[in-house]
C-alpha cells in the first residue's frame, strides 16, 4: 500500500514552507494592507473606542452669573474624556473671532500683568505662526526657523519654536520646542508672571525671561488660528496657523509648572485647573464658544471640525 510522503528533512521541510509562502503571499500582503488600512483609520486605535465628550458636555457652572467666582464649579460631564471634534486652521480666513462681547469682558479682562495661555496643537505645514493673538496686548505663536519672523532664540536654532507677542514685538521672546515634528500634537503653555514669563512644551518647561515688559491694554480682538485685527493686517489674512488647535484655556494668573504639568496628563481634553482665575476656555469641540461661564462666546470663520484628530496623538 502507498503511503503519504513525509516531509522529514530539514530542507523538504523549508521547501514546503516556501511553497506555502508563495502560494498564499498575495492573499497575506492583502490582509496586511487591510490591517494597515484598519489602523490608519482609528479602527484599531484603542483610544478609538474612549468616551467621548460631546460638545459642552463639559463646562464651568456660574450660579451667579459671568464674571463671578463664587460657587463656579465644573459640570458632571467633565472627566477629561477626549472630545469629539477639534478645530482646523487650513488656510487664509481660518480661524475663530472672540470679539469679547460677553457679559463679564469687553474684550477678555486681563487685570495687572500676570497671565497663562495653554493650547493643544497640531501643526500640518508652513506657515506656523498665531495659536492666539490678540494684537498688541498678548499672544501664543509658533514659527520655524526659516519662516518670516521667525525663531530668534537660540540664534541659528534648527526647528520650531514658541513665541509670545508683548508690546508688538516677538523679537528676543521665543524658545525651541524640543523634538518638535509635523503631524504630531503638542501641548503648548506661556505665562507671564510680572517681569518674569516662562515656556512650556508638553510637560516640561523649555526656558523663562525676565525682560520685564508689561502687558500692554488694547481694545483688540482676540483670535484663534491667526492674527488679529491690527493696523497693518486684517482678520485672518496674516500669520495664520495651519493644523488643529483644541482646548485653548486663558487665565489671568501665572500658573505654576506644577498646574502646567497637571493640564498636560489631564489630556487634549483636560478641565481647567484654576477656576477662580479662569478667563476664557475655548475647547473648540464642534464650536467656538466659551465654557468659562464668562461667555465670550468666538465666532467662526470658514473653520471645519474633524473627528479624525487621533492620528498622532500622543497620550500624556
Not at 530542507?11 to 489602523?39: C, H, K, N, P
Request: proline content about 7%.
Amino acid at each position: 500500500m502507498l503511503r503519504k510522503r513525509a516531509y522529514n528533512r530539514p530542507d523538504e521541510r523549508g521547501q514546503s514552507a516556501m511553497e506555502y509562502l508563495m502560494t498564499y503571499s498575495w492573499a497575506i500582503l492583502i490582509i496586511a494592507i487591510v490591517f494597515a488600512a484598519f489602523f490608519a483609520y482609528l479602527i484599531f486605535n484603542p483610544y478609538t473606542f474612549e468616551p467621548r465628550v460631546q460638545p459642552g458636555g463639559c463646562q464651568v457652572s456660574k450660579p451667579l452669573g459671568p464674571g463671578t467666582t463664587n460657587l463656579a464649579s465644573l459640570t458632571p460631564g467633565c472627566n477629561n474624556d477626549l472630545p469629539q471634534y477639534v478645530m482646523n486652521s487650513r488656510g487664509v480666513g481660518d480661524f475663530v473671532n472672540v470679539p469679547g462681547s460677553g457679559l463679564y469682558s469687553s474684550p477678555l479682562n486681563i487685570q495687572g500683568n500676570s497671565i497663562t495661555i495653554t493650547a493643544w496643537v497640531y501643526v500640518s505645514g508652513a506657515p506656523y505662526h498665531d495659536v492666539v493673538d490678540k494684537e498688541l496686548q498678548y499672544g501664543m505663536k509658533l514659527d520655524y526657523n526659516n519662516e518670516p519672523h521667525a525663531c530668534t532664540f537660540p540664534p541659528n536654532a534648527q526647528g520650531w519654536c514658541l513665541e509670545w507677542d508683548t508690546n508688538q514685538d516677538w523679537a528676543g521672546q521665543s524658545f525651541l520646542i524640543p523634538n518638535a515634528t509635523k503631524d504630531r500634537w503638542i501641548f503648548l503653555a506661556v505665562s507671564q508672571d510680572g517681569s518674569m514669563r516662562y515656556w512650556y512644551a508638553d510637560n516640561a518647561m523649555i526656558g523663562n525671561t525676565s525682560d520685564g515688559l508689561p502687558i500692554r491694554y488694547a481694545d483688540s480682538n482676540t483670535t484663534i488660528g491667526a492674527i488679529s485685527p491690527g493696523d497693518y493686517s486684517g482678520y485672518g489674512q496674516a500669520e495664520w496657523f495651519n493644523g488643529s488647535i483644541a482646548n485653548v484655556q486663558i487665565y489671568n494668573i501665572s500658573l505654576p509648572q506644577s498646574d502646567i504639568e497637571t493640564l498636560y496628563h489631564e489630556g487634549i481634553g483636560g478641565a481647567p485647573i484654576d477656576l477662580q482665575d479662569l478667563v476664557g476656555w475655548w475647547p473648540l469641540n464642534g464650536n467656538a464658544n466659551d465654557y468659562s461661564g464668562n461667555k465670550d462666546n468666538g465666532k467662526i470663520f470658514n473653520n471645519s471640525f474633524s473627528q479624525s484628530w487621533l492620528i498622532n496623538y500622543p497620550p500624556p
